[in-house]
């Protein structure tokens, strides 16, 4: 099963625009979840001028088994890390930038101070910019989400990941419920809301439906779909391939459900080409400022 399939292929991280975003990066001393998480697209999207920013530290109070990002005690917070966010966004001229983070739960509201300040200070510096966060779930509190929404991002992005059957087995700490009611509040807020979910790691056809259906149910616009990978040999094996055809038909089905964008294939990853997958809703056409 570890043998990967000939529609799996990740670009080679090569190229000038690449060296200028890896330089970006280390100078302004920012960690991306393209490096973090062992992103298969980190070539691609490097060359291309662009990466998803991971806010908080590259330590993750979390243990989920299909993540590649460090488990452990995290550091301080960096009170100086929303400046040098905007600062990057502004010299890679995005139109649209992801910001993620590592799961805080060591701090009592979650690091959504940070990431309320990170927002405020992208927009400040970069006011044409279109903001996504991809946030963590808050442990279900309702303050720190707010704190994070009053700052106004454009697209709020919170990932299922899986199944409600392995949703222990797979997140640990978290829970189905509770990030089906992140995206319910953001959603009765007025807010993009979108989510991603892997396949691949065990799940069944009926669970898939079953999953579509809840988050239809709770009037998310975008779903991205994509083929699980395990990052080492300690993390949970890959149950199946997905072929690029049952991607196909599943993002079939997640538009009939009534999904505004659904990008699915075995390539997609939840930042993978978000300028793109949210350009019904921010009207964003191309990846950075002319």
Request: charged share 30%; aromatic share 6%.
């Amino acid at each position: 099963m570890e043998r990967k399939p000939p529609w799996l292929r990740a670009k080679i991280p090569s190229g000038p625009g690449y060296t200028k975003v890896k330089d970006l990066v280390k100078e302004n001393r920012l960690h991306t979840v393209c490096e973090s998480a062992h992103c298969p697209n980190l070539g691609e999207c490097w060359s291309r001028g662009t990466a998803t920013i991971m806010i908080l530290g590259e330590t993750c109070t979390r243990s989920c088994r299909f993540c590649a990002i460090a488990t452990g005690k995290p550091g301080e917070v960096d009170f100086g890390e929303p400046a040098r966010v905007a600062d990057a966004v502004r010299i890679m001229g995005l139109k649209h930038a992801v910001i993620t983070s590592v799961a805080r739960d060591d701090l009592p509201d979650g690091g959504a101070d940070i990431w309320a300040r990170t927002v405020r200070a992208v927009k400040h510096v970069n006011p044409e910019t279109h903001i996504e966060v991809l946030i963590p779930d808050f442990k279900g509190q309702e303050e720190p989400l707010n704190a994070v929404l009053d700052a106004d991002p454009d697209i709020l992005n919170h990932n299922m990941e899986t199944v409600r059957r392995l949703q222990k087995p797979v997140r640990v700490q978290a829970q189905y419920e509770r990030s089906l009611e992140v995206l319910r509040r953001a959603k009765a807020r007025g807010f993009v809301t979108k989510t991603g979910l892997m396949l691949g790691i065990g799940e069944k056809e009926e669970e898939i439906e079953e999953t579509l259906g809840d988050l239809a149910a709770e009037k998310v616009d975008i779903l991205t779909l994509g083929q699980y990978l395990r990052p080492t040999q300690k993390h949970l094996p890959i149950d199946r391939w997905v072929t690029p055809d049952e991607f196909a038909t599943w993002k079939e089905r997640a538009l009939v459900l009534g999904f505004g964008v659904c990008e699915s294939g075995p390539m997609v990853r939840s930042s993978y080409h978000a300028e793109e997958q949210s350009a019904k809703y921010t009207g964003v056409t191309s990846l950075h400022h002319t």
